[in-house]
């Protein structure tokens, strides 16, 4: 098993300044949404961006993803290819930014909604928000990957939905992904106990219906297995001694969502 990464106080200020150009070019790229705006349109957004930024955007040519940001629309789990699709009244989006500047990574995503959706996919965007929120709550130090886990399949089953199992969160530093892996179900006291100075990923996909997926022909785009609806939140987090800092909090509220503003939680306090 490859050793966990942990950084240091200079290599954490260069995961914060990746960290939060992500979450600005998320901001600035939910701001387009709108019926009729084609995911094509947020992928020429995120790259230009990205690139007026200094910094260049990690999925391009990723083990062969062909675009710079991941857009997954209702029932596409995660790695959705931007093209010629077009936003309709009542669809929900994931955005899924991960930029790389001065050689570090920072990766966020979050799901939107577009005019007027039905409240059951506002319900499931609400929910999966939440469980992040929950499993954001459980880092700090001596905790383990399973506090994480559990406090999020708990929360999601518990109102009727599923935690997808085959996409974790992960490492990430230098290299988008790094140890740990970070299931977003499991049990309390297992996996790799958290240090101080540890970066990494959690983003619980949930899904409407059953857990289960299908990659699609192009490789990349997972769907639901039954067709329903999927949503998606990520934040990149750092363990500090009392606890966690998000280092992918938003500065301002996202449009377009489910209270997506990060009540503050730029600092979670273990205490």
Known sequence: MTQIIIKNKSEIEGMRKA?????RTLG????????????????????????????????LNYHGFPKSVCTSVNEVICHGIPGPRVLQNGDIINIDVTSVLHGWHG??????????VSDAARALVKTTRESLMLGIRQV?????????AAAIQEFVEARGYSVVRD????GLGRQFHEPPQVPHYGRRGSGARLKTGMTFTIEPMVNEGVWQLEILKDGWTAVTADGKLSAQFEHTILVTPTGCEVLTAFEE????????????LRIVDAT
């Open 253 to 264: 509220p996202l449009v377009n969502s489910v209270s997506i503003d990060d009540e503050g």
């Open 19 to 23: 960290c939060q150009l992500a979450a």
């Open 107 to 116: 990766d966020v995503s979050a799901t939107f909604l577009v005019g007027e």
């Open 140 to 148: 700090k130090p001596s905790a383990r990957i399973g506090d994480i």
């Open 28 to 59: 600035e790229a939910a701001k387009l949404l709108r019926p009729g705006l084609s995911t094509q349109q947020i992928d020429d957004f995120v790259h230009q961006y990205t690139l007026a930024a200094g910094a260049r955007p990690a999925p």
């Open 167 to 170: 996409f974790v969160g992960h």
